[in-house]
């Protein structure tokens, strides 16, 4: 904490009413004395790199390597991801490993290299020990993907926790991309990127950082492979990068060139190489695989503030209905909450609640409830005293019960760091349950406060269990908004074991995927807004997390009838479609923008339903293969230098490629396709990649590609599943998955394998594999429309 902290609450005086505004000045002198009292005052320090090395001494799956001054330990899982921790740091405990390390792999050995320097050769990759402890991770055949410079210590001389700081180099023509949710991607270009969740306070467009989700994750595209990098460390750290260049001085190569800078925590690493397919699912089965959403939630969400009680609800979803816009899901915001109080709800504005839950789900409508960490510190309250009387909030380093300033007022905040904390947490639920409400929306769970934006509304200083180990707001920051949805998502399992619960997180780390998705947070109602929301999703995708997406028209700011449309025909192609009222300033609902826009809205609206099993197939597979819904155009080519480079188009799991119209007053927009034939899905028209084509992108449609031979699960005029093949080359066969979902529970659903060949005399003929157990083809266990023909 420091000034600043304090300036942004004297000015939060002005911006949400002078009682909040003191509250929040009061708040912020006591953060910032807590922190003076409780945190070690940094004095000198003392520098300290590994020294060269004294001995090795081999393990499964690796070994340790000591040096004079720290030690090195290498483990290689059997999963193939490479493991190295300093200091004799082990991979556990860590928030982000699911189900703890993997397995060593057995043919792993340790053994001396040139130099006196040692070497890890294993199935898929290379490590290579310099004696000063440069650590280089090499394809089997030798090309270096990644160079660790020697790290560097500084400890402060009295004792305490010391901070460190890892250069690396990767190949000239590698670009970056990852670190979480981030407004300026998806490819990371040269600059600094902190790894602090932070609300920025106010709606935020491209280039904003740091954001809600910030995670120590790399993935480095280059021609010889791709790598993943996570450190895993949850402290306060940046990351400064700067892409390299070939050729540059004297015809010499400029690596690119990361450099991590952490305030604590262990120095460990995990790398991961191969295509992107294999290190995402490398990553998926260390930090586990991602929670599959109902089938209802890759539908059309709405967002209400709640503040308009029941009739506001029922006249949004009458307008739906008149419209003829389809809808599957309505959010209230806090203002159904009573005094905005968490697992409350406003009864004069509510009186009726489950009645009105029951009335909506008949029409295949679900509600969604917000759920934010802050409690109302006062007695009386049913949550504050259950959490009081099970020692539930996090306390300062004196012992006395931190409060903050958030919506209810003076607010506790849980520590979901502590098991027992999360499982009081997630029996709240059973309210909100009552009340008929089907999912579960975190907000302000950094933890921010309406007025300590930019910094958690918690000092650093403040204590938290740590599930057991014990330590303090610096190391549980950025994983708080993770605990809190482990909370939820293992709360709702408990309460409701038949059912797949729905939450969505603004905030969290490094394995949220196992607990549900992202809601990408207050971005602006601007154009820049727009190409913010794109880049979030995709970054969040490449580190783990496929279920994310952002409000349709921003939260703040002018919506143009244009700038909404565009938003809403991008949302209806990414995971989490939720559109927001408000007005027209800042979103609104379709029929405010006038007909044209309203019969738009309507065919876009219609084609997400109609592509609703494809949504919950590439779910399917995401929690089976860890690839993402939403991919970069380089996912099948990283070596096509022009798709590294492409940030205004996307893939929809392998058969689709959407090219969103990200600017305004556009009507033609240049596509680049990546290898192979792709079918304007509009037109019929067939195009040849790799290449640049030029396309009509008129303001009631996006250009949408559709792979040759792709085969596409689409949901038919009388509700069921259809199958929509795009014809293969001639000469090629196509062929695609689709995953029947059993319900919104447990079941394990079945896989389907289509393949769409060419017969002479027969056309496209399309069969289906065997069942399990069955060999051979057998015919499709749903219509087929076969296009592309022409």
């Known amino acids: 904490m420091n000034g600043r902290d304090l300036v942004r609450s004297m000015k939060a005086v002005g911006s949400v009413g002078a009682a909040h505004g003191l509250a929040a000045v009061r708040a912020a002198l006591r953060r910032r004395r807590a922190d003076a009292d409780g945190l070690p005052t940094r004095g000198a320090e003392r520098a300290r790199v590994p ?71 294993a199935e898929r990759v290379t490590v290579v020990v310099s004696r000063h402890g440069a650590v280089e991770v090499c394809t089997p055949g030798g090309v270096t993907l990644r160079r660790d410079l020697p790290p560097r210590w500084w400890e402060p001389v009295d004792g305490g926790t010391g901070r460190w700081m890892q250069r690396s180099e990767v190949a000239a023509d590698a670009r970056f991309f990852g670190l979480g949710g981030r407004a300026s ?73 990361c450099e991590l800078r952490m305030d604590g925590g262990p120095l460990r690493c995990w790398v ?38 029941e009739q506001e609800v029922r ?81 300062d380093a004196s012992g006395r019960v931190v409060e903050g300033v958030a919506s209810p007022g003076e607010a506790v905040f849980p520590d979901f760091t502590h098991a027992r904390v999360r499982e009081w947490w997630g029996g709240l639920y059973a309210e909100r349950l009552a009340r008929g409400f089907a999912g579960f929306w975190h907000d302000m769970n950094e933890p921010t406060s309406l007025t300590a934006f930019g910094e958690s509304t918690l000092p650093r200083s403040a ?67 727009l190409r913010a929301s794109l880049s979030l999703v995709m970054g969040l995708g490449l580190c783990g997390v496929p279920y994310a997406g952002s409000d349709v028209g921003g939260v703040e700011g002018t919506a143009s009838a244009e700038l909404y449309l565009r938003w ?65 155009l380089w996912w099948g080519a990283p070596e096509d230098r022009a798709l590294r480079d492409c940030e205004d188009a996307f893939l929809l799991g392998d058969s689709l490629l959407v090219a969103p119209v990200l600017d305004p007053g556009v009507e033609r927009r240049a596509v680049r396709l990546p290898r192979g034939l792709w079918y304007d899905t509009a037109t019929g028209t067939a195009h040849t990649g790799p290449g640049r084509v030029v396309v009509d992108a008129p303001v009631g449609r996006v250009p949408v590609f559709a792979r040759a031979g792709a085969v596409i699960p689409v949901r038919g005029e009388d509700g069921g599943t259809e199958l929509e093949v795009w014809a293969p080359a001639r000469g090629r066969t196509g062929g695609g998955l689709v995953v029947r979902d059993a319900g919104d529970g447990w079941e394990a659903p079945e896989i389907e394998r289509y393949v769409a060949r060419w017969e002479d005399g027969r056309g496209v003929v399309v069969e289906r594999e065997g069942r399990a157990g069955g060999d051979g083809m057998c015919e499709p266990s749903h219509p087929v429309r076969v296009r592309g023909l022409a």
Request: proline content about 7%.
């Open 463 to 529: 204590r938290h269990a740590l599930e057991g180990r014990g330590g303090d707001h610096r190391e549980a920051h950025n994983v708080y908004g993770l605990c809190m949805a482990r909370a939820g998502y293992e709360g709702l399992r408990a309460l409701l074991p038949e059912e797949r619960p729905l939450v969505v997180s603004r905030s969290g780390w490094v394995g949220l995927q196992r607990y549900g998705g992202v809601w990408c947070g207050g971005v602006a109602g601007s154009w820049a807004g």
């Open 315 to 395: 006249r949004v979803a009458a307008g739906h209905v008149e419209h003829r816009l389809p809808l599957d899901a309505v959010h209230l915001g806090v203002g159904h909450l009573d005094g905005r109080r968490m697992f409350t709800v406003d009864e004069e504005r509510f009186p009726k609640l489950p009645v009105l839950a029951e009335e909506l789900r008949r029409d295949g409508i679900r509600l969604v409830s917000v759920v934010g960490p802050a409690v109302q510190a006062a007695a009386g309250d049913a949550v504050h005293d259950g959490g009081a009387a099970a020692d539930a909030f996090v306390r």
């Open 568 to 632: 809403l025909q991008l949302g209806a192609y990414l995971p989490l479609l939720r559109t927001r009222a408000g007005g027209r300033p800042a979103g609104g609902e379709a029929w405010e923008f006038g007909a044209e826009v309203l019969e738009d809205a309507r065919v876009v609206l219609a084609e997400r339903r109609r592509l609703l099993p494809y949504f919950v197939t590439l779910a399917h597979l995401a929690r089976r293969t860890g690839a993402p819904c939403v991919r970069p």
């Open 272 to 309: 991961m190489v191969g295509t992107p397919a294999r290190v995402l699912l490398a990553w998926a089965s260390l930090t586990g695989a991602p929670a599959v959403p109902p089938a209802w939630a890759f539908g059309h969400h709405h967002m209400t503030p709640g503040s308009g009680g």
């Open 51 to 121: 020294g060269q090395v004294v001995e090795a001494v081999p393990g499964p799956g690796g070994g340790t390597i000591r040096f004079s001054r720290s030690e090195l330990r290498i483990h290689v899982a059997v999963n193939g991801a490479v493991f190295w921790g300093w200091d004799g740091a082990g991979p556990e405990p860590s928030y982000a490993l699911a189900g703890g390390c993997p397995q060593a792999d057995p043919r792993a050995e340790l053994e001396p290299d040139k130099d006196g320097g040692w070497r890890v050769v």
């Open 185 to 257: 991607g998806p490819r990371l270009r040269e600059g600094t990127y902190r790894l602090w969740n932070t609300d920025p306070g106010r709606a935020f467009e491209r280039g904003q950082d740091p954001l809600h989700v910030t995670m120590p994750v790399q993935l480095v595209v280059a021609d010889a492979a791709c790598h993943l990098a996570f450190h895993d460390s949850s402290w306060d750290g940046t990351v400064v990068l700067r892409e390299g260049a070939e050729g540059a001085g004297s015809g010499h190569d400029r690596p690119g060139v």
